[in-house]
């Protein structure tokens, strides 16, 4: 089991304070350091001092850090048009030396469009959009030095693309898609995602949605055991109750609340939850680090929890 560390930046934080985060988790032995891709807080929060870009965020740390990955759950496919992320994502892949992932979905926030003036199709035209923003971004980092693109779509038509810049990671940088949809969701990872990812889904739910996405690489005969299959859970440990109390007061949860539906309690609450998601073809977690002034949160999962894995 890999663990990474996942941040929400939309509810308040500076550059600097992912940076320390990133370079914590890098120095701490995390696999990743991955954000969240939006532009408006959620909940009772001022957000303040605003959003920060995602991709702007992983091109600053791609040039400060050296070995962690990096990484978006999940960039909204509203947010940016097909070709352009294509180069982007390929840029931040050459900063970082090869470190880089695109975990995409439809985007689901609708106020943080009207907040910020980006249109917000329907649910059916999301799912539509998102599939053929995946056949042009894979189609344009597969096409081979030399050679041209185009794609027949239609919303993103493509014609006589020179198809640059290549990622360093070949054939491409892994693609995470994920969600609990039970139909289209796993017919698009099936065909186009390298790693499936369940947020904030308990064991049984899971379980379910991995099996559908297995049936449907079946499907198409693809062997799932090409798939890297992940969850993302907040994150609350600490070496006795009380300290899971206190961060768990840090974020406005209940410490029962977040035992039920989360990854928290003391190191060995927290590697007996990793232990029951392993058991059901979970290989990686991403951790939920909700207050980013806590590094030695960070610090007491990987000398506790990461290091008896």
């Known amino acids: 089991m890999e663990l990474r560390i996942f ?76 070709g352009p992320l294509a180069i982007t994502v390929a840029q931040v892949d050459q900063m970082s ?33 998102l599939e053929e923003q995946l056949a042009v971004i894979t189609g344009l980092w597969s096409t081979p030095a030399g050679e041209r693109f185009d794609h027949d779509g239609r919303y993103y038509p493509v014609r006589d ?21 039970p139909k289209r969701t796993p017919r698009l990872a099936a065909r186009y995602a390298d790693e499936f990812n369940l947020p904030f889904a308990s064991v049984p739910d899971t379980a379910a949605q991995f099996d559908r996405v297995r049936a449907a690489c079946a499907e ?41 539906n989360g990854l928290a309690g003391t190191p060995a609450e927290v590697l007996d939850t990793i232990g029951r998601y392993a058991e059901i073809g979970s290989e990686r977690l991403y951790l939920q680090v909700l207050d980013l002034s806590d590094l030695e949160h960070l610090e007491l999962v990987a000398s506790e929890v990461m290091a008896k894995l």
């Open 7 to 82: 941040t929400e930046p939309q509810q308040g934080a500076t550059y600097d304070q992912l940076l320390a985060v990133a370079r914590c988790a890098e120095d701490a032995g995390y696999g990743a350091f991955f954000r969240s891709d939006h532009y408006l807080m959620m909940g009772d929060v001022s957000g303040e001092p605003g959003p920060t870009d995602a991709w702007t965020t992983l091109a600053g740390l791609a040039r400060e850090t050296s070995r962690i990955r990096l990484g978006t759950l999940m960039t909204a496919a509203t947010f940016r048009l097909p």
């Open 97 to 129: 030396g090869g470190r880089v992932e695109l975990g995409i979905g439809t985007g689901w926030y609708a106020e943080e469009h009207s907040a910020y003036g980006m249109p917000f199709p329907p649910l059916a035209e999301r799912f539509d959009r």
């Open 161 to 181: 693309s020179p198809a640059l810049p290549k990622p360093v990671q070949q054939p491409r940088p892994p693609i995470l898609l994920g969600g609990t949809g």
């Open 220 to 260: 198409i005969g693809r062997d799932p055991a090409d798939m890297v299959w992940s969850n993302a859970l907040v994150l609350c440990c600490g070496r006795d109750d009380a300290e899971v109390a206190r961060r768990a007061a840090a974020i406005g949860r209940e410490p029962d609340e977040l035992r039920a």
